[in-house]
């Protein structure tokens, strides 16, 4: 699969117009990291998707187009932008727990276990009965049957993956589930009338346009209701080429620092609680104002707030609702609690990695490809579907998961001596990397990959601290 073959499915999954793949032009080839998957095709692919659409939106507003240009390092840099990141020249926090990782059952299978929140990592050590520490919990992994492990430790509502076989995944009900789904889904869900995000009229000095639109999404409007990648590298993208950005964050909920850095560029941070009838009363206040409500929580969390994406859609008529998920929206895993490593742990992602490269162990894609490519999926469905509210007006429901991306990029072929690349060190990115300064110090992070010839994506306001601002659109 190339990167042109990937984006056209894209662009015609979604009924987007054909004659604008013209406008895209991609450089590189692979293998960019090391693996055996396409990922520079999926990077480059789910990338200019999202440029082109932001591009295409421009041209709705103004009547001009404009060509996007995605290179394929560049875009692997973006895939990996939480690795690149550096704050006052140094690392930023600890982004794993030391606990996470592979662990041998004492059948003779793998595990992966997901413990970077501490009331994840407490509820695993609880279930096997051992103290905090590496070996510890290899001793007590090594007393449980595999398949045992992995229901008990998902029954319990915590985060692991038995490593399966690409054949041993789709035999599993949740693999057949997905089997036939699309990679994403763009649903009518209500009427409303046809509507275009009013814009800004202030012009940024940044933009090559003095255009009142002088940005593809100026005046758009999006909630961001998710933590860690998939979900806020959506609301990332989407500010990046000009939405106003509200992430919305619960005051109980845990976060990864490193992360509420590298995805909040370009975004305002607010708190609010949606136990209690206030929080969800500000919420409704904001939705009400919203074009995009972007969450990342279970199916079936929100709803039972009151926020389902029925819920949303009678509330604002023409929102665009957009949901990303682990495993899907249907089948007996569609509520299990999953993060992109333990979907390639679980759909034999791993195990071609590890058996590619002889291993002793599993073995992961040497970046968080699914997230990030789930993330940039969510990003161009938001997009398209503002397009098609604009022409056709309606409420519409953007349906994103991790297991449908990484079945997609299993289907891609592989690169039989892929795995042999040389890592891409931070030095080889410098250029990709742009520096600002924030509440957290001097922040050097990954810039967007996207190249769009008259409005170039770029990040107007720097990471804020979680509840830095208030729950109030500008």
């Given at each position: ?22 406008s ?32 295409e ?8 187009g ?31 727990d ?31 009965g ?11 992994i ?23 076989t ?44 003095d ?65 209690d ?23 079936g ?33 569609a ?52 397009a ?27 690169i ?8 891409i ?19 050097q ?30």
């Amino acid at each position: 699969m190339t990167p042109e073959l990937a984006l056209d499915h894209i662009w015609t999954l979604a009924n987007c117009e054909p004659a604008a793949l013209r406008s895209v032009h991609f450089t590189g080839s692979e293998p960019g990291l090391s693996s055996v998957f396409r990922v520079g095709a999926l990077a480059c692919a789910t990338i200019a998707a999202t440029g082109l659409a932001a591009a295409e939106y421009h041209r709705l507003r103004t009547g001009r187009g404009q060509r996007v240009t995605v290179e394929m390092r560049r875009a692997l840099a973006s895939f990996r932008s939480e690795r690149y990141l550096r704050i006052d020249d140094g690392p930023p926090p600890a982004l794993r727990d030391p606990v996470m990782g592979f662990y041998e059952t004492g059948d003779g299978r793998w595990i992966q276990l997901h413990t970077n929140f501490a009331h994840h990592l407490h509820g695993v050590l609880k279930v096997l009965g051992c103290e905090n520490d590496r070996a510890a919990v290899a001793a007590a992994i090594r007393g449980w049957d595999g398949a045992t492990l992995d229901q008990t430790l998902a029954d319990a509502g915590l985060c692991a993956a038995l490593i399966r076989t690409p054949d041993e995944w789709a035999a599993l009900d949740q693999a057949k589930a997905i089997a036939g789904l699309p990679l994403f889904e763009i649903e009518r869900i209500g009427d409303a009338p046809p509507e275009t995000a009013k814009p800004t009229r202030r012009p940024d000095p940044r933009s090559r346009s003095d255009n009142v639109t002088n940005r593809p999404l100026s005046g758009v409007r999006v909630l961001d209701l998710s933590r860690i990648i998939a979900g806020p590298v959506a609301g990332r993208a989407l500010a990046q080429h000009g939405a106003q950005v509200l992430m919305i964050n619960g005051p109980h909920l845990p976060n990864i620092a490193p992360l509420v850095i590298d995805n909040g560029r370009g975004k305002r941070s607010a708190v609010v609680d949606l136990r209690d009838a206030a929080g969800r009363e500000t919420l409704r206040g904001l939705t009400r104002d919203a074009d995009v409500f972007l969450q990342a929580y279970r199916p079936g969390a929100l709803a039972a707030r009151g926020f389902s994406a029925e819920d949303v859609a009678r509330l604002r008529p023409g929102i665009v609702y957009v949901s990303v998920c682990a495993y899907g929206y249907e089948g007996p895993w569609a509520s299990r609690r999953g993060f992109d490593s333990l979907v390639q742990s679980a759909s034999g992602i791993a195990v071609d990695e590890q058996h590619a490269a002889g291993s002793p162990e599993p073995k992961h894609l040497p970046c968080q490809a699914l997230d990030h490519a789930t993330g940039y999926l969510a990003a161009f469905g938001a997009m398209a579907a503002l397009a098609r509210r604009a022409t056709e007006g309606g409420s519409w429901h953007v349906k994103v998961s991790l297991a449908q991306t990484g079945q997609w990029l299993q289907s891609f072929g592989k690169i039989t001596e892929g795995w042999r690349a040389p890592d891409i060190t931070l030095e080889d990115v410098r250029d990709c990397l742009d520096t600002t300064q924030s509440e957290f110090g001097r922040v050097q992070a990954v810039q967007p990959a996207e190249q769009l010839e008259e409005t170039p994506a770029f990040f107007a306001l720097p990471p804020s601290p979680i509840g830095a601002h208030e729950a109030k659109w500008l």
